[in-house]
């Protein structure tokens, strides 16, 4: 049962309809984080740590507090809190020890930056270097040094997260389906191979920024650069022992966020300072450098995998241990170790799938949410592998897959019946391999030194998100027949509020140009929403509307009909007004009644109208500690990517000469949009494949926390062509059939190109980026071997 | 301490700076134009791309003393008496925006581009912008943007919004 | 912005050079900024004083006069200099590495001179004008010298400038018609980016002169030994200039490259480099 209106006379979804914020945007009137100013505010500098691993002994700030126009200097000492979503484990500044290279170690808030930077400059800090612990397979080995030693002491999401005290193990989740070490014993064919991903970083345009007032009465206002108003007003609540209602957070526009503003960031931080500054608001705001070297990542990923096939080719056994490096905090890094496992058979049928799933500390800047959740990190193993596999099998690629791909009544590895309300993987695979010609092997091209070939990669993802999720609108009808959305989800870029439009409009049968979604996000007024993570903001929010509408609408008919002097069911709604069906002579515009209506003697009836809708994840349940068996995802989004590369075989440099990407969208909502998600997605994905990765030095000092050696796409580094194929199998129970799309398109970009490189070179590559110096060590070294 | 004065967006002002301001620090913080953002404050990501007497430059990397004297236009002059120029338009009709922090710079560059070039190839088009990273949109919908700009100029039998001087205080607004 | 400095605009090159020389080492020269005031902002340098060269006008002419060879003067934004019709015609090879420096944006700011000053080993201006002869005029309080550039950049961003100087202008010397130059620059990616390794190269057919310069693989631009061109085959060239290149450079490995990387890649480049260079194509 999808909802919405019939298909056949939408007139707004559907359609491509421009985003209402682009006017703000393009003339430069949008107002971020970074562009308020709430009067009296004092502004920040952050002293950030040396060393990766290291005791604080001393602070000396006397000189910074003598400083003219400074007002507080902080330090972690007096900041006694554990902050954390799932896992509480991080503190607003280091306390007794730092634990990466760039953590937080001081503050200072004074009148203007260059004075709080001075003050930066004047205050000593004495560390003792302790062991530093970089890899998090040796964070893994008994004896290793360990990060926190008190995780016993951590509160988390009991349950559902399963920390090992004593070790640097923050999660293990396991999948057990069937009997992994029997099926692979055996099976005809094996293989076992090991990949690498290293963390990155989001790299919003905006940086994190947050302005706090610690309010008289023990109260808090925040405006911050946030994904999730509600999570940060909890967060903070719990923190600080608040009441909800006391803690105000506004969302104004925000530059981006790619999961690197979910959750917590400066907001704690801001808190205190403007506590300690005697109530004056705080700005604290991120430079590029911060952004990189002390704001959370994308955690780096070390995986196994191991796959049993029949002769013919059916997957019989797949295992992968994944090793997460979580970095010094692992708050999110947990349920991407999580969700992670229960996608880690990628989208196949496989009967004996056994996976552990480590999220492991390490000396180094931790990780968070980012686009994919893990999932580009583990396809990015799973696709090279099973191509590897495919090649052990002497079978193509596609065949491979299309053999083993998911399909009706197969059940997943949590134990999910797959049904043709998942949509259709194989229809994805096909498209994929259709748009890049699969069947025609590469051609040579002209230049001497170059080589071609092409590669192809699935790719799925489900929301990873507590069984709990939910999520709310309310529609205020306006006395000209318009409305007012308000939602707590943030646009940060995505285009979810024109959809939501579109679906009012439609819903409410008013016109599009009459649907407004309030844009500031106020939890004072905005009604609650999870976080805009995962894909499925439009999703539950675009549910959330259609009730919304109806609750609406429901009021009009009530009111309608009194007037009318008929029953509620026999009003029709069309063109922002209601009437006797059968009767349009009869027609009361929206806008006599919204504000109630009043009879031509006088008399009122009704009152404002305000629809209420809300959606809540239905069905979803904890995963099985043991087996992992159970039900983590409210819906899958299926796709796939194929590629045709171009290399330079003396100097490495690679080039895409095509990519298409194929999605099972369910029901494209605005399609301008949706190809924006698409292609901002894949180049995104571009840049984990090709150019983007940290690096840290022996000591763990972060390296490249710059766009001078961080290097992410620009306009010229684009493919030379994309393509975009999106199937219309409906989602169950989503908006007109939709799901999410959002973090999907740049899930298997690196493995379809990864695949690509195979077929160009006979080369497998196993570590992220690949790079032009990379791919050209490995044809020299490859060319080596053979001499 | 330095008197300046310069026009910004055809507005004239004076005011006094430290040396050590830079024209970014100028605009935001000082004039209220909050349209340029800061996003690393190197010169490397063009969202702080302003026009100095016509050229694209990134506001971060110039001192203010050195707007004494100059004209400067930021994204804020783009619109005339409340309306969109033809390239903010297209923007938004090709899908170029997403989270919007890097469009003022992306504009300011395109703007420079189609006034040195009203005619520019695909490639000309990359070159302007390739130093104004976007994380968001891909690049793709921006190109768009910025070709039907340029056949929207061309058609136009007016264009004055496409190439004229910013009006000064005794021209009078220009009209839209 | 961080710094404490004070700001002066000299008008002439006389005051500048005191201006400098007073202020002891805490006094620098400003043009572009784009170097400058990165390392202020990192806190990697903190003058007192910045001495803004830009409104001294003998710093902002590009001469190129017949028979008498090219006169640039320092304070030229990389983006003039990318595009003079005459100089493109001339010497290819530098308008061709100015495009390749950092942004649009950047280029209208960066100067020549400040690339040539800030002595990167990584720099794209050095190498073409190394590979046509190019002299530095120097001025300073105790007069005016010239300075060939082979030698003026001494090790990693220093140069042989005594306190007080400035680089006022670069002479480029007459080149024949025939003279061909060329410039290859190998990056990380596509976007702007530092050199991973850069070449340029100079052919001159009267004089039977291949000149090859390297930057990105030693503390400073590498000139080699001029290469006689005689009746050697392209093959040839190329393969006898690679030899020299390889011998040559002493890479190390860094952020952005490692040194077998560069290695690997240099006698590639300096074969292309050979090969665009006889193909008898202007440039790229």
Redesign the interface.
């Given at each position: 049962m999808t909802k919405g209106q019939p298909m056949a006379d939408l007139k707004f979804v559907g359609k491509?309809i421009?985003?209402e914020?682009?006017?703000?945007?393009?003339?430069?009137?949008?107002?971020?984080t970074?562009?308020l100013v709430v009067p009296g505010m004092l502004h920040t500098a952050v002293i950030r740590s040396p060393h990766a691993s290291a005791r604080i002994v001393s602070i000396e700030t006397d000189a910074a507090e003598a400083l003219p126009g400074v007002r507080v200097v902080l330090t972690g000492e007096g900041l006694c809190y554990r902050l954390g979503l799932y896992m509480q484990d991080k503190c607003i500044l280091a306390r007794e020890v730092v634990r990466y290279q760039g953590e937080a170690v001081v503050a200072v808030a004074a009148d203007t930056l260059?004075i709080a930077?001075?003050a930066c400059q004047l205050i000593e800090i004495e560390y003792a270097l302790n062991e530093a612990i970089l890899d998090p397979r040796d964070a893994m080995q008994d004896g290793a040094h360990l990060v926190h030693p008190d995780l016993d002491s951590y509160d988390h999401m009991v349950g559902v997260f399963f920390p090992k005290a004593g070790t640097n193990v923050a999660h293990h989740q396991k999948i057990r389906k069937g009997d992994f070490d029997d099926a692979f014993e055996s099976a005809d064919v094996k293989l076992s191979a090991s990949f690498y991903n290293p963390p990155v970083q989001?790299?919003?345009?905006?940086?994190h920024a947050t302005i706090a007032q610690a309010l008289p009465g023990d109260r808090i206002e925040l405006w911050t650069s946030s994904q999730s108003p509600y999570t940060v007003r909890h967060l903070m609540s719990v923190a600080f022992g608040m009441p909800h209602a006391s803690i105000r957070v506004h969302v104004p526009?925000?530059?981006?966020g790619?999961g690197g503003k979910a959750g917590l960031g400066l907001e704690p931080l801001a808190y205190v300072l403007s506590r300690s500054a005697g109530g004056q608001p705080v700005k604290v705001v991120a430079?590029?450098e911060e952004e990189f070297n002390t704001l959370p990542s994308r955690q780096g990923l070390h995986s196994t995998i191991e796959i049993g096939c029949s002769k013919a080719g059916e997957i019989e056994a797949l295992k992968s241990t994944y090793v997460w490096d979580a970095g010094a905090y692992a708050d999110y890094g947990v349920n991407i170790g999580r969700a992670a496992a229960y996608s880690g058979g990628g989208p196949y049928s496989i009967d004996n799938c056994w996976i552990d799933s480590y999220v492991v500390y390490t000396n180094k800047i931790f990780g968070t949410a980012y686009r994919g959740f893990g999932h580009l990190e583990i396809l990015w193993g799973i696709e090279r592998a099973i191509d590897m596999m495919a090649r052990k099998l002497k079978m193509d690629p596609v065949e491979f897959r299309r053999l083993n791909l998911l399909k009706e009544g197969d059940t997943t590895i949590t134990g999910e019946t797959f049904t043709s309300g998942h949509g259709s993987p194989v229809g994805c695979l096909d498209a994929a391999a259709d748009a890049l010609d699969w069947e025609t092997p590469s051609a040579a091209p002209s230049e001497p030194g170059k080589v071609r070939g092409k590669g192809i990669a699935m790719l799925h993802k489900a929301p990873a998100m507590p069984t709990y999720t939910s999520c709310a609108a309310v529609i205020k009808l306006d006395e000209d027949g318009g409305c007012d959305i308000l939602v707590s989800g943030v646009d940060?870029?995505?285009?979810t509020y024109t959809v939501l439009r579109q679906i009012a409009a439609e819903e409410l049968k008013i016109p599009i140009e009459r649907a407004h979604v309030t844009w500031e996000c106020d939890t004072a007024f905005s009604p609650y929403d999870w976080q805009t993570v995962a894909s499925r903001f439009a999703y539950m929010g675009g549910n959330a509307v259609i009730e919304a509408a109806a609750d609406c609408l429901r009021q009009i008919r009530e009111v309608a009909a009194h007037a009318l002097d008929v029953e509620p069911d026999d009003i029709d709604c069309e063109d922002a007004s209601a009437f006797v069906r059968g009767k349009p002579e009869t027609k009361i515009p929206y806008g006599k009644l919204a504000l109630g209506y009043t009879f031509p003697n006088g008399n009122s009836i009704g009152g404002p109208v305000i629809g209420h809708g809300r959606f809540i994840a239905t069905g979803l349940t904890h995963l099985d500690p043991e087996t992992g068996q159970g039900l983590p995802a409210q819906y899958w989004t299926y796709g796939a990517h194929a590629v045709e590369v171009e290399v330079d075989t003396?100097?490495?440099?690679i080039e895409i000469v095509k990519i298409a990407t194929a999605l099972d969208a369910g029901k494209v909502l605005n399609p301008?949009?949706v190809?924006?998600q698409v292609?901002?997605?894949?180049?995104?994905g571009l840049g984990s494949a090709?150019?983007e990765g940290f690096?840290f030095d022996e000591t763990g000092r972060f390296?490249?926390p710059?766009?001078?050696?961080y290097?992410?796409?620009?306009?010229?580094?684009?493919p030379r062509e994309?393509e975009r194929i999106f199937l219309e199998n409906p989602q169950p129970g989503g908006p007109y059939g939709a799901r999410g799309v959002a973090e999907h398109p740049m899930i298997s970009v690196p493995s379809a190109i990864g695949n690509a490189l195979f077929d160009a070179l006979g080369i497998e590559f196993t570590t992220l980026p690949l790079?032009?110096?990379n791919i050209?060590?490995r044809i020299?070294e490859t060319h080596a071997e053979k001499e | 301490m330095h008197t300046i004065s310069f026009h910004v967006n055809g507005e004239p002002q004076t005011v006094r700076v430290a040396a050590?301001m830079t024209l970014l620090e100028l605009l935001?913080d000082r004039l209220h134009?909050?349209?340029?953002?800061?996003?690393?404050?190197?010169g490397?990501?063009g969202?702080c791309t302003v026009l100095l007497n016509g050229a694209p430059v990134t506001a971060c990397l110039i001192l203010a003393v050195e707007a004494d004297e100059s004209t400067i236009e930021?994204?804020?002059g783009?619109?005339r008496n409340g309306q969109?120029s033809a390239l903010?338009?297209a923007?938004?009709?090709a899908?170029a925006?997403?989270?919007?922090?890097?469009?003022?710079g992306m504009?300011m560059s395109a703007r420079g581009l189609l006034r040195r070039n009203p005619e520019p190839t695909d490639e000309e088009?990359?070159?302007a912008?390739?130093?104004?990273?976007?994380?968001?949109?891909?690049?793709?919908?921006?190109?768009d943007a910025i070709r039907l700009a340029a056949a929207a100029n061309r058609a136009r039998e007016d264009d004055s919004l496409l190439d004229a001087a910013p009006p000064r205080d005794d021209e009078g607004a220009a009209d839209g | 912005?961080?710094g404490d400095f004070e700001y002066v605009r000299p008008r002439t090159i006389e005051d500048a050079c005191k201006l400098l020389l007073d202020g002891g080492g805490e006094a620098l020269a400003y043009a572009g900024g784009t170097d400058l005031l990165v390392d202020i902002r990192n806190g990697l340098r903190a003058p007192k004083i910045l001495v803004d060269l830009k409104k001294i006008g003998e710093l902002d002419r590009l001469e190129t006069r017949n028979g008498d060879g090219t006169v640039i003067g320092t304070a030229v934004p990389l983006n003039r200099i990318a595009e003079d019709a005459k100089l493109r015609t001339r010497l290819p090879a530098l308008s061709e590495a100015a495009l390749t420096i950092a942004t649009y944006q950047l280029r209208n700011r960066a100067t020549i001179g400040g690339n040539l000053c800030n002595a990167s080993p990584a720099s794209d201006s050095i190498p073409p004008l190394l590979v046509v002869g190019a002299t530095l005029h120097v001025e300073g309080v105790d007069g005016p010298r010239n300075v060939p550039l082979d030698g003026f950049c001494t090790g990693v961003k220093k140069t042989c400038l005594k306190m007080g100087e400035i680089v006022t202008g670069i002479r480029i010397p007459p080149l024949e018609e025939e003279s061909r130059t060329a410039f290859l620059k190998?990056q990380?990616?596509?976007?702007?980016?530092?050199a991973?390794v850069n070449l340029a190269g100079a052919l001159s057919p009267s004089e039977g002169s291949l000149r090859i310069a390297i930057g990105s693989c030693n503390p400073t631009p590498l000139l080699l030994d001029p290469i006689e061109t005689g009746s050697h085959s392209l093959d040839a060239l190329a393969d006898e200039a690679a030899r020299m290149a390889e011998a040559a450079i002493a890479p190390i490995s860094d952020?952005?490259?490692?040194a077998?990387?560069r290695r690997?890649?240099v006698p590639?480049?300096v074969r292309r480099l050979v090969a665009k260079l006889m193909d008898g194509k202007e440039g790229a």
């Open positions: 491509g421009s985003r914020d682009g006017v703000d945007k393009v003339s430069g009137s949008a107002r971020y970074h562009d260059d930077r001075a989001h790299v919003p345009m905006e940086t526009y925000v530059g981006g790619f430079t590029r940060y870029g995505q285009g003396e100097t490495g440099e301008k949009l190809a924006g292609v901002g997605g894949v180049i995104q090709l150019w690096r390296l490249n710059s766009f001078v050696d290097k992410i796409p620009t306009a010229k580094d684009l994309t790079s032009y110096e050209l060590l020299l | 050590t935001r134009l909050t349209g340029t953002k800061e996003g690393c404050g190197i490397e990501c969202a930021t994204i804020e783009e619109t969109l903010q338009q923007f938004i009709d899908g925006v997403q989270c919007g922090f890097c469009t003022p504009i088009i990359i070159e912008i390739a130093g104004n990273l976007c994380r968001c949109t891909g690049y793709e919908a921006i190109i | 912005m961080l190998q990380r990616i596509r976007g702007h980016d530092l991973v952020v952005r490259a490692s077998e990387y690997a890649i590639v480049l």
